[in-house]
């Protein structure tokens, strides 16, 4: 690595190189998040060809997020002490590489084990750009960065689903997963041309227990604890709306038929152009006021759906988008910003609380949806509104 450059200043959207890192990651965040949820369409295919249950299938889902978790945890503390890029690049490598692989498999039980070890080099990018770009983006455009790579994190998932339906009803999984690895690849040569070396990190010679002794310290800082907790439970009321809002379209008064519902996933649009316009006003009135906007939008989207019209419903999925990821983007570059060293470390705390969100709000809540329906997934928004309005990390700032 590098040493410092002392005379180097951080990028501004006036410089190319802001631009460069941008795209790079922008494309990399999509090949990992459409890589991610490409399965998830899927799994019926799955089931019916390996001849398994609808619930052994989801294991191509859960094993990878399961390894994401872990891997957000272990990239993030390899990024803080060897390098943020190394971690990124070798993370699109090894995810083009078992993407290219995975159809080779002899049985579902060897798909299951590359998912994981593919879920687990996933985390690289998450784990290590939000570090990277709050070492090397001005601290005033960080918004801007943050939410357009925050936005390419939606178009992947929005795009995994869709394209991978779309070319597994036309081809067949294995066609769909080596295209996939094919996107994957190009995008690792691409981001090996145009991410530019680190010019702030600065590697670090003091034992690892030390090193991860400081890591944990971002555990003991109230203010980070908040935002760590926000992301848990925006990611619960996100999650637990889009798991069952296709029961509740389903049943009466709507009937829905699933061909239908599918539709209800282009909401996503909102939460792709949303970020950016927030990252501009991010720039002018603070990282955290345009959090607490996106938050107020997000409850007022889950209020529109418990509305029983259908376009009071598509009205509050699409705010429920562009309020989610729009407090999620600053809740990220918050992370970032405040975070004083180990930033891949603070970083990756706060994508591991988001991602236990992903587990309670598919699994957890699925005891209230049985118990009371809709309503009740929707309760689950109580919990944000108490931490939005009584935490006082909000008004010490």
């Known amino acids: 690595m590098e040493a410092i450059n002392e005379k180097a200043t951080p990028y501004t959207p006036g410089e190319s190189s802001f631009w460069r890192i941008t795209i790079a990651l922008m494309l990399a965040s999509f090949s990992i998040f459409s890589t991610l949820y490409v399965f998830q369409p ?58 290219l692989a995975l159809p080779l498999t002899a049985s579902f039980e060897w798909m299951v084990v590359l998912r994981f070890v593919q879920g687990f080099f996933l985390a690289g990018i998450p784990a290590a750009a939000m570090g990277y770009l709050g070492e090397e983006m001005s601290h005033k455009h ?92 925006l990611q619960v009321v996100f999650t637990a709306i889009w798991t069952y809002i296709p029961f509740h379209l389903n049943e009466e008064p709507f009937s829905w038929s699933l061909k239908s519902i599918s539709f209800t996933y282009f909401a996503y649009v909102f939460g792709v152009l949303a970020p950016p316009i927030a990252g501009r006003f991010s720039d002018a009135i603070g990282l955290k006021k345009v959090m607490f906007t996106g938050v107020l939008i997000l409850i ?29 983007s600053m809740a990220a570059a918050l992370v970032s910003k405040s975070a004083t060293h180990h930033r891949s ?15 309670i709000g598919s699994t957890a809540v699925g005891t209230l949806w049985e118990k009371f329906e809709w309503y009740g997934v929707l309760s689950v928004t109580t919990f944000l509104i108490f931490l939005f309005i009584f935490l006082p990390f909000y008004k010490n700032e």
Not at 62 to 74: E, N
Not at 150 to 177: K, P, Q
Not at 195 to 210: A, I, L, S, V
Not at 345 to 352: M, P, T, V
């Open 42 to 99: 899927l799994l019926p295919v799955f089931a019916s060809q390996l001849n398994i249950s609808a619930t052994e299938s989801s294991y191509l889902m859960s094993s990878c997020v399961l390894a994401m978790v872990m891997g957000l945890f272990v990239l993030g503390f390899l990024a803080d002490r060897y390098g943020r890029s190394l971690v990124m690049k070798g993370s699109l490598l090894i995810t083009a590489l078992s993407l």
């Open 345 to 359: 470390g603070a970083s990756g705390f706060y994508l591991i609380s988001y991602y236990l969100g992903v587990a």
């Open 142 to 233: 960080l918004g801007l960065a943050m939410t357009l790579y925050i936005s390419s994190n939606a178009l992947g998932g929005m795009g995994g689903r869709v394209v991978g339906g779309y070319l597994t009803d036309i081809f067949d999984w294995r066609i769909t997963i080596w295209s996939f690895g094919v996107f994957g690849f190009l995008t690792m040569i691409s981001f090996m041309f145009m991410f530019p070396k680190e010019r702030f990190f600065k590697k670090t010679d003091q034992r690892m227990t030390e090193d991860l002794r400081g890591m944990l310290v971002h555990l003991k800082n109230v203010h980070m604890l908040v935002l760590f907790l926000l992301g848990v439970l």
């Open 300 to 328: 007022a989207g889950v209020f529109f759906t418990a509305i029983p019209s259908e376009i009071f419903i598509m009205i509050g999925l699409s705010l429920i988008c562009m309020g989610f990821f729009v407090a999620h």
